[in-house]
């Protein structure tokens, strides 16, 4: 069983800057793919960005997130970051971390860290 914890979420003024963190369990980490995905108060769940496992670390981003956000891992941590720069009202939402279990494809969640930029 895979679990997830995420931090780092909080209220930022518009430009400026946050980092999420996720820890996961587990200790095939470094072949899981793993991503963040964010949803905002009634609107959908969006892919926000994601990175592969094993090495490659391949990563792709939404198209409203294209450099302004940065998305890497640290295998020696169990850890995906996701780095969030030029931060947007628009950008305020939910956001969840995930991983796919390299063997089974099984999606893994966490709890979701709020993430609100107002000034």
């Known amino acids: 069983q895979v679990q997830l914890v995420e931090s780092g979420g909080g209220l930022v003024q518009p430009g400026g800057s946050l980092r999420l963190s996720c820890a996961a369990s587990?200790?095939?980490?470094?072949?899981?793919?793993m991503g963040w995905y964010r949803q905002a108060p009634g609107k959908q769940r969006e892919l926000v960005a994601r990175i592969t496992g094993g090495g490659g670390d391949s990563t792709s981003y939404a198209d409203s997130v294209q450099g302004r956000f940065t998305i890497s891992r640290d295998n020696a941590k169990n850890t995906v970051y996701l780095q969030m720069n030029s931060l947007e009202p628009e950008d305020t939402a939910v956001y969840y971390c995930y991983t796919v279990d390299y063997y089974s494809g099984r999606f893994y969640w966490g709890q979701g860290t709020q993430v609100t930029v107002s000034s």
């Open positions: 587990g200790s095939l980490f470094r072949l899981n793919a």
